[in-house]
């Protein structure tokens, strides 16, 4: 029997080899939802009118609009070293501009510090850990001007990863890890596709298909995410499954005292991971699973898990092609 892999700093190291010629795109991954937000800072003003909760509340309730933002939006307490440590391998990067649109230097994680000098501490961990691969998909790029994009992306691809990036090829299913140890490199951009243009070591965002749920309960996010799965998936992309449940107007009016972690995270995170443990990624079941606060309900260890749980079961996997399902193995 299989020893169960545990996640960790090296996790994807310590794979069976057998996985190392498996396509990324059918690995199971923990990643995390809107990764930055442990830098939110309570008394921040600079970005709330982006906030849509802020924006809902701020004329009712002023300033506690704020604090209730806060309650509810923060989706995690760990920085982005702590979360690579834990196992993380998938970034949810969200960003605006502040200022003149002349200053193409001012592009920001919300409410955070200037997204380079954030980045800077993946360079740093993936110096430690040579055999480790992220992917930091920009889902969010706001009140940005061609030249925030120009500045931002050739900082990254020139100055900040430049030897360590994978260039695009239009082949996600031909990324494995040990296609990328080879080839010495252990990050993929993903960048909305319009802005991608010129970039060839930037993986534009129709390679990844993204499973969202807009939940508000357990039950509703479980039969979600297994119609999704049971309508097919495409082999060729990158599928991003959220774990994660969303508040709306009429759900915080009843529960405005919560907070997101304790009343929609947790039983979200909890939900994921009892649907995905007995999903097979012989048959590319599952791929990144994003959550909340990641390092709670022991997420990372438990996604990881399933890479070495592989279970034999009868599967009819030879679908049309316009049923997506995917067929890998």
């Known amino acids: 029997m299989e020893k169960k892999l545990k ?41 709330r009118p982006s906030d849509p909760i802020y924006r809902q509340f701020v004329e009712e309730f002023g300033e506690l609009a704020g604090e209730i933002s806060y309650r509810w939006t923060v989706t995690q307490t760990t920085t982005f070293t702590q979360q690579l440590n834990l196992g993380i391998r998938y970034f949810d990067i969200r960003v605006t501009a502040r200022g003149e649109e002349k200053e193409d230097k001012n592009v920001y994680l919300r409410n955070g510090p200037n997204v380079l000098q954030a980045l800077k501490e993946f360079k740093v961990w993936i110096g430690m850990h040579p055999q480790e691969v992220i992917i ?31 260039p695009y090829t239009g082949n996600v299913k031909g990324i494995t890890l040990r296609n990328m140890w080879s080839l010495a490199k ?16 930037v993986w534009p965002n129709d390679c990844t298909e993204y499973v969202i749920t807009e939940s508000q309960s357990a039950k509703d996010l479980f ?13 060729h992309m990158f599928l991003c499954q959220n774990g994660v449940m969303t508040p ?5 009016d009843t529960h405005f005292h919560g907070t997101l972690k304790h009343k929609l ?56 092609p316009e049923s997506r399902a995917c067929i890998l193995l």
């Open 186 to 201: 252990q990050i993929i951009v993903i960048y909305p596709k319009e802005c991608t243009y010129g970039y060839s070591s």
């Open 7 to 47: 996640a960790g700093p090296d996790w994807m190291s310590k794979l069976p080899p057998v996985l190392w010629d498996h396509p990324l795109n059918s690995l199971a991954i923990p990643g995390s939802h809107h990764s930055f937000s442990f830098y939110t800072d309570k008394e921040a003003r600079i970005d």
């Open 136 to 166: 930091i998909d920009f889902r969010v790029v706001n009140k940005m001007s061609p030249l925030h994009h120009k500045y931002l992306l050739a900082n990254i691809t020139q100055d900040l990863f430049e030897e360590k990036l994978l």
């Open 265 to 320: 995270s947790m039983p979200a995170t909890k939900t994921i991971l009892y649907w995905a443990m007995d999903k097979d990624i012989s048959f590319g079941d599952v791929n990144i699973i994003v959550a909340d606060f990641v390092e709670s309900s022991d997420f990372c260890n438990k996604v990881v898990s399933i890479n070495t749980e592989i279970k034999p079961r009868p599967k009819n996997h030879s679908f049309e």
């Open 223 to 235: 039969e979600k995410l297994e119609s999704k799965y049971q309508h097919g998936r495409s082999p």
């Open 248 to 252: 709306t107007r009429t759900y915080l």
